[in-house]
């Protein structure tokens, strides 16, 4: 799904010369880096870089890693994508499995004491696993079952249920990079990519670039049929268990329009049922 070489590559293409104290003129017609220029500022030779982005070199040293992470101006999120690729021949060899869905009773009883906010568990394929009441209510439908990632790609577009819709996507696209540099072996995660880059051709262009994302946190803009713009504020929690799944909480500012939305909306879908599975 996802490999050092390639990710070596669209990096380099996007480093700004000039920020790096390479000189540009009018006749270069290399985007971003070239190669020899890559070696050069990490310190190691050209032949064991053109051999790291042909993937015929293997296992690179974290000193090299480092070099490499600081002459392509890596964040820290991208830091630790490029490390785990680095790794990946190892950890297959080790056959390491995916999470599994198993949902602890413990935490369905969280989200049913978040009763104010949208709240739901999702893991790293964005499949949400349960939700609490609110957050049916602001999908208009049973949460699981629900991929976040199709629903955007799929079914909402750019003028569905999300008003920041192309920013929307490159969360998406940007999270299931990091997913596919975790769980390499997830044969759901690599079907779930296959299938949105055949359908999609914003899902085809935005994976070309390789970019990664770690949302934490931030604004959330839904755009509801019946009680409209509803401006939230993101929370992800990783769960401390080592399954790769999240709580994900949307709350609104206190006395905000969003809160008086989220109350109405709470109002209209006062018969509607359980957003848990069964």
């Known amino acids: 799904m996802d ?10 293409s996007r480093v700004d010369p000039a920020a790096v104290g390479i000189p540009v003129d009018s006749r ?17 030779s050209v032949d064991y870089y053109v051999r790291l982005e042909q993937g015929r070199a293997t296992q690179p040293s974290e000193q ?6 600081r002459v392509l101006g890596l964040d820290e999120t991208e830091r630790g994508h490029l490390y785990r690729l680095a790794r990946q021949r190892d950890r297959r060899r080790e056959k390491a499995k995916a999470p599994g869905r198993r949902i602890r009773p413990e935490l369905l009883h969280v ?8 709240a739901m568990i999702m893991n790293h394929r964005l499949d949400v696993l349960a939700g609490n009441r ?24 750019e003028r569905g249920l999300y008003a920041d819709w192309e920013t929307c996507t490159l969360d ?7 997913a596919a540099g975790k769980y390499p072996e997830d044969p759901h995660l690599a079907s779930l990519i296959g299938e949105l880059a055949m359908g999609s051709e914003r899902f085809r262009r935005l994976w070309a670039r390789a970019d990664v994302r770690a949302r934490a946190h ?23 268990d080592g399954s790769g799944m999240e709580l994900l909480v949307l709350s609104a500012p206190p006395g905000s329009p969003a809160e008086d939305g989220l109350r109405l909306l709470a109002g209209l879908g006062s018969d509607s049922g359980d957003a848990h599975p069964e």
């Open 218 to 240: 931030g604004r959330k803009a839904f755009r509801h049929p019946l009680v409209g713009l509803l401006e939230l504020h993101q929370e992800n929690f990783a769960l401390p």
């Open 3 to 12: 490999d050092l070489a390639g990710y070596l590559r669209t990096r380099r």
């Open 64 to 69: 090299v890693l480092g070099a490499l992470a």
């Open 111 to 118: 989200l049913d004491l978040v009763a104010d906010a949208p």
């Open 28 to 44: 270069r017609r290399v985007e971003g880096l070239r190669r020899e220029e890559v070696a050069h500022l990490s310190g190691v």
């Open 134 to 157: 609110l957050a049916g209510l602001l999908y208009g439908r049973p949460m699981p079952g629900l991929n976040t990632a199709r629903h955007i790609f799929f079914e909402e577009a």
């Open 172 to 178: 998406v696209v940007g999270h299931l990079r990091l």
